[in-house]
């Protein structure tokens, strides 16, 4: 088990920065991906934002690209986003993810969201 708890969001003017942080616990051994997503409002869909996957690569939407970076640090088994430049398209719940390792599989891992919102 890996829990998974967010934190940073708020309100913000656009061309403003936010930073999120994301704290693991659990079984931090059997996480092999660690990442963000956005459910905007009104779309069930959680959308890829930023995420370390296996390898140490890092992938990031289309959208964010020069605008978010995210970052980590293993010894707190904290992941971070870095938002800057934001839009009000970048309204929305962002959740951390952790792709796990589990016996005879893999599973997915997610926080509670935290709620960013862009607006004048």
């Known amino acids: 088990q890996v829990q998974l708890v967010e934190s940073g969001g708020g309100l913000v003017q656009p061309g403003g920065s936010l930073r999120l942080s994301c704290v693991a616990s659990?079984?931090?051994?059997?996480?092999?991906?660690m990442g963000w997503y956005r459910q905007a409002p009104g779309n069930q869909q959680r959308k890829l934002v930023a995420?370390?996957?296996?390898?140490?690569?890092?992938d990031y939407a289309d959208s964010v690209k020069g605008r978010f970076t995210i970052s980590r640090n293993s010894a707190k088994n904290m992941v971070y986003l870095q938002m800057n430049s934001l839009k009000p398209e970048d309204t929305g719940v962002y959740y951390c993810?952790?792709?796990?390792?589990?016996?005879?599989?893999?599973?997915?891992?997610w926080g509670q969201g935290t709620q960013v919102t862009v607006s004048s």
């Open positions: 993810n952790a792709g796990v390792t589990l016996t005879g599989g893999v599973a997915t891992s």
């Open positions: 659990g079984n931090i051994n059997s996480i092999y991906a």
């Open positions: 995420a370390f996957t296996r390898g140490d690569s890092i």
